[in-house]
T-cell receptor, first 114, second 112 residues
């Protein structure tokens, strides 16, 4: 498998500020990473596919300018929530994909916007 | 659009009971994964099934992929409180997209 870390594990911020979440693949070079958000008692919702060295591919309905994704290296992808608002509060999870379609997930980041 | 229907959505049982969770679709998947997620944590991979009709066992958990690769089931024997969690099935698109299609999950509670 692959070991994936996320930082921070939780963050509280004021409305209008920006928050950066890091996703690291610790033992695997990942050309592709995925970002999901999960609301309480719900399943995962794919936000975007992060591609190393190129622009991310966003799912329909996800604002590109609000959720900035940077995949500058094979082991690091970042998600920046810009001008965060309370409705952005959620559990954000990243994953890396191995060759066999299987994805390995990070531990998640709990974002609370006051 | 490919969809995965998971059932039941909620399941509360007593320790020692058996249970089955189902994951169904009208679409064919190249592979299907099962994950377990605990509150405040990311999903943890349990198994990947690839071949139609395939059966995989992981201790007390038995996973089956339908012959037509449209459905899958997870059977737990003699459930224990440690099995409590959200079980998610996810299918890989046969069209070659790297994205996974997730079911809505089954919230399992095993009471001691």
């Amino acid at each position: 498998g692959a070991v994936v870390s996320q930082h921070p594990s939780w963050v509280i911020c004021k409305s209008g500020t920006s928050v950066k979440i890091e996703c690291r693949s610790l033992d695997f070079q990942a050309t592709t990473m995925f970002w999901y958000r999960q609301f309480p008692k719900q399943s995962l919702m794919l936000m975007a596919t992060s591609n190393e060295g190129s622009k991310a591919t966003y799912e329909q309905g996800v604002e590109k300018d609000k959720f900035l994704i940077n995949h500058a290296s094979l082991t690091l992808s970042t998600l920046t929530v810009t001008s965060a608002h309370p409705e952005d509060s959620s559990f954000y999870i990243c994953s890396v994909q191995l060759a066999t379609d299987t994805q390995y997930f990070g531990p998640g980041t709990r974002l609370t916007v006051l | 659009t490919q969809l995965l229907e998971q059932s039941p959505q909620f399941l509360s049982i007593q320790e020692g009971e058996n249970l089955t969770v189902y994951c169904n679709s009208s679409s064919v998947f190249s592979s299907l994964q099962w994950y377990r997620q605990e509150p405040g944590e990311g999903p943890v991979l349990l198994v990947t099934v690839v071949t139609g009709g395939e059966v995989k066992k992981l201790k007390r958990l038995t996973f089956q992929f339908g012959d037509a690769r449209k459905d899958s089931s997870l059977h737990i024997t003699a459930a224990q409180p440690g099995d409590t969690g959200l079980y998610l099935c996810a299918g890989a698109n046969q069209g070659g997209s790297e994205k996974l299609v997730f079911g809505k999950g089954t919230k399992l509670t095993v009471n001691p």
